[in-house]
């Protein structure tokens, strides 16, 4: 309770202010009769002293310096019923009391100070009670929070609605992880507005925060914050290995009480405990994605219906269509510890540019190699901008679907990586025939099973590869291809859509012909 309001409300209200008007808005801890010699020696900080006048200094100098003392203990106010002992304050005295922002109060002598004492004192009990039942409903609020909470916006939620205040949470690097926003009215505050964790950090804000284990007030730069919101306040997110994150509290008017600093400060607490668990689940789920990943490229799965089911709870789809991104870091093996920091922070840059595009990442991490399952709809060259790269190099595979075909999309990411350059994108079909061409034989061997090996898998595969080799042979001049293969001239056409849809090449330009006829020589180079 402050003196302001005791004067509004109690008895003292039919006294007056002579001294330190403008200064009544002062805590009062406690209210003391104070007709005794000594009076400073047993006054408190936050005591309001009444006096009948009975022992008041009878020489002004002597009541300024009495003044001077009070002040200096911290006291609240002084009360003097008038006129029985002493007629009015004196003038040197209201004048010491002004220039120590003490407040002095005359009352008439027909007031009873028993009914002022009850009165601040049970008022201050009552709100001591108060403030013990808001601390408890915030505890067991905070706690439900932190023992059912799905998340930090629980949290945030929960801190918002007892302190009727918006609310953030962030990351130490400003993420924001959390917020409650409050609608703008009565004493609550606004929404913070964009770049209040910028200001903050700029200012001073976010390293003081840093160094105190508890919620401080701290004024940003103007504009900041919305037109009603005062300060903010603030309290680290931290644990024992270092700083997690920070609570922010958009303070508005009035300031928020002791019991509502607490609450910041457990807020902290309890974001803590959910930061933790979250990156613990995420470390969990990591492990098993790397192991789903790992397992697909490494054509190690185990495709029965309880692993694919499991699978599919990770996010992998046997139906979706996949590319393998692999990115190749600038940095030698074996990583050092400095290095494997780097490839789980690039890690995490693509798994949050998959789930921008609302994709579960699917990522495997190998050496110095970082592999990811993109979906094919997924541009490849948007997830590269959006990841910092530096001097790394990915490879993409083909586009893919189903068990055979991830661990297909393995063994190409496999044949190219070696072959990639700091920096770039590599797709492995534009980058193998290059390498076909130059005699790479490994090139070359994948380069014959893609065309033959879909063929030759085809029911009609021998009649497929037989019209190949004749349109090769004939120039692509269907009619003498089909007079040497004796077949109708539609059913060559039958076959060269065939040829086209399962070689995935276009016959109907020349580079896609060049390139099945080069084929064709390999593989019949390779039967002879």
Known sequence: MQLDEAFRTSPLQVGTVVAASAHLARDISWVQVVDHPDIEEWVEPGHLLLSTGYNWPKGDKDAAVLI??????GACGVVL????????????????????????????????????TQYVHRELVDRQSRALAKSAQIHRQLTEAAATGDSLQDVARVLG????????????????????????????????????FQALSAGGGIKAMDAQTRAIRWHPRPSRLATTAQSVVGCAVRNRNGGLGYVLVAEGVPPLSEIDL?????????AALQIAHQRELSAHEARLGYALVA????????????????????????????????????????????????????????????????????????ANQIHALVPHEVDIEWLWSSISHGHCAMGVSEVHQGVAGMHSAGLEMADLMPHTKPGRVH?????????????????????????????EADRRGQALIDTAIALTDEG??????????????????????????????????????????????LYLAEQA
């Open 68 to 73: 001077g003392k009070l002040a200096a203990k």
């Open 427 to 455: 797709f492995f079909d534009e980058a193998m025939f290059p390498r076909v061409l130059a005699g790479d034989a490994a090139a070359r061997r994948v380069f014959i099973q893609r065309l033959f090996g879909a063929l």
């Open 476 to 521: 692509f001049n269907l009619q003498r291809a089909a007079d040497r293969l004796d077949v109708h001239i539609s059913t060559l056409r039958y076959r060269l859509g065939r040829l086209s849809e399962l070689t995935k090449l276009d016959l109907d330009c020349v580079e896609g012909r060049f390139r099945l006829q080069f084929g064709v020589r």
């Open 295 to 366: 397992a697909l490229l490494e054509g190690r799965f185990d495709e029965t219906p309880s692993v694919i089911e499991r699978a599919r709870l990770l996010g992998w789809d046997p139906e979706q269509s996949y590319r393998l991104a692999t990115i190749l870091l600038d940095e030698p093996n074996p990583l050092s510890s400095e290095g494997l920091g780097r490839r789980e922070q690039l890690a995490g840059q693509v798994a949050r540019a998959l789930r921008q595009k609302g994709a579960q990442p699917l990522i495997s991490l190998s």
């Open 262 to 270: 607490r609450a910041v400060e457990q807020a902290s607490i309890v």
């Open 161 to 196: 609605q007892v302190l009727e205040r918006s609310v953030q949470i962030h990351a130490t690097e400003g993420g924001l992880l959390a917020g409650h926003i409050v609608e703008q009215g009565g004493h609550a505050s606004p929404a913070f507005e964009p770049g209040i």
């Open 81 to 116: 019923a008038v006129p029985n002992f002493v007629e009015h304050f004196a003038a040197e005295t209201i004048a010491a009391a002004n220039r120590a922002h003490l407040p002095l109060i005359e009352l008439p002598w027909e007031v009873p100070f028993s009914s002022i």
